[in-house]
């Protein structure tokens, strides 16, 4: 039986420590604010942006969400992104994800100011982190990191594969893991489609995640006995006992890859809940950081 990884718990530890921080800023007046930016009615896309307003009301983080239509043009959002990179009261801009088709994803991530860039998609903060400077580390990555912490994991000198090299999940996490640091250390193979013998590379790893976007892509033959396994994955799907119902499912077959694994996240409360906190740990960066350079 696998050590499940239950993000749940561990974001509620980690929330109790971000209390402290955010009672230390708003001794000081400066209560922590993040504005969450939406364009159009993705359905997940509400889902998400809802999690993390009510992440903020329980930590007392000041939320604004500001909903464009789907049709909005590109001069407006970025007019919008421009008017929040000026606004002091705002120190975290999130701008989600997925835009409708006819936004430049990448031009609009580059107009948020990378001081607010709580979601770490700025290309500067990519980039901080590719070179393992301080920046801010997007938010899924992050909270990958965290869980493997909470559970006092070790990363230094273990082999972690990663599927998928997207910007907001693999690339980011592969650079993450492999920074020289204490806590990191991890030796990094990155996978994609393009991969040759995938299971071969897979059977290697102490540490596998999985970040595909494929349901069930991860076999109980495609893992070492003895790793942790890591699903990113997130897919509604029917589920077959609550009729007209879905539910979650990951990209690894829990149930085949459960016994094999020495520790596995569940899909819901795994990896979900620990990208919500490390956004609020990044707006608290953010805020704590603007406080230093206002104080010079
Ligand atoms: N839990 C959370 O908080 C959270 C956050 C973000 C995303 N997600 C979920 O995580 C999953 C991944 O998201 P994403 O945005 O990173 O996905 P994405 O942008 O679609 O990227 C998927 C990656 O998987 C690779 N891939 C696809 N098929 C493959 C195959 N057969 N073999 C090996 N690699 C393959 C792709 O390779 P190429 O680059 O070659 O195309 C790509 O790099 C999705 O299910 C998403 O819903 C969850």
């Known amino acids: 039986m696998a050590l499940i990884l239950d993000g749940r718990a561990a974001a509620a530890a980690i929330e109790e420590r971000l209390a402290g921080r955010i009672a230390a800023l708003k001794a000081r007046g400066a209560a922590p604010g993040l504005a969450l930016l939406r364009a159009g009615e993705d359905p997940a896309s509400v889902v998400y942006v809802r999690a993390k307003e009510r992440a903020c009301a329980r930590l007392g983080i000041l939320s604004r969400t500001i909903v464009l239509p789907a049709e909005v043009g590109a001069p407006r959002l970025r007019e919008t992104i421009e008017r929040l990179n000026a606004d002091a009261g705002v120190q975290g801009i999130l701008l989600q994800l997925p835009l409708p088709g006819h936004l430049a994803q990448e031009e609009l991530l580059g107009a948020i100011d990378p001081d607010k860039d709580v979601d770490g998609f700025h290309p500067l903060n990519l980039g901080r982190l590719a070179l393992g400077e301080p920046g801010f580390v997007a938010a899924t990555p992050l909270g990958i990191l965290r869980l493997l912490q909470h559970y006092a994991i070790p990363l230094a000198g273990r082999h972690a594969v990663v599927l998928g090299r997207s910007r907001i999940v693999g690339r980011p996490l592969a650079n993450l893991l492999s920074t020289r640091t ?15 013998d995938l299971p071969a590379l897979t059977r290697l790893a102490d540490i596998l995640v999985a970040a595909v976007g494929r349901a069930r892509f991860v076999t109980a033959e495609m893992v070492k006995p003895g790793a942790v396994v890591v699903d990113v994955g997130m897919h509604a799907e029917p589920d077959p006992r609550r009729p007209g119902k879905d539910r ?29 906190v490390s956004l609020m740990e990044n707006t608290v960066l953010a805020a704590e950081r603007a406080l230093e350079r206002a104080a010079g």
């Open 182 to 196: 204490d806590e990191t250390d991890a030796t990094v193979t990155l996978c994609h489609s393009r991969t040759r």
């Open 248 to 276: 979650l499912q990951g990209d690894v077959d829990f149930e085949a890859v459960e016994p094999r694994a020495a520790a596995i996240t569940p899909v819901p409360g795994g990896v979900g809940p620990m990208t919500v």
